[in-house]
């Protein structure tokens, strides 16, 4: 049980460092796009501390997978209502929505320049 539970976890972390920088990166400014990317990996290595010191602090691994699941099933739950991904959007075809989901993040920003 506990080696099958590893196995997801180890899954679900390596699909999320895939999508979580590339999605962020698709719709951030260029000038705050380094800062987004590097604010993540700050976050998840935060994570991985925190994990270590609920380690040291508790005795029971149950409690301990229990506290670091919470974080990620709100993030999965917060995950449901995001616009579709403005390059995914283009590769189907679909020009119009990807500009409304542009101009959705960059609300200040001429859209229409980056689709010509």
Not at 50 to 76: D, K, M, Q, T
Not at 79 to 103: C, F, H, T, W
Request: include cysteine.
């Amino acid at each position: 049980m506990l080696v099958i539970g590893r196995l997801m976890t180890g899954t679900y972390c390596s699909l999320i460092s895939l999508a979580v920088p590339t999605y962020v990166a698709e719709f951030s400014s260029p000038h705050i796009r380094g800062i987004l990317g590097t604010f993540y990996q700050i976050m998840f290595s935060i994570g991985i501390f925190f994990a270590y010191v609920l380690g040291a602090l508790l005795n029971s691994f149950r409690w301990i997978a229990a506290i670091c699941a919470i974080v990620p099933c709100i993030c999965s739950l917060l995950m449901i209502p995001n616009k579709e991904s403005p390059l995914y959007l283009l590769s189907k075809g679909r020009e119009e929505d990807a500009k409304k989901v542009m101009q959705y993040f960059r609300e200040h920003f001429d859209i229409h320049a980056l689709f010509r």
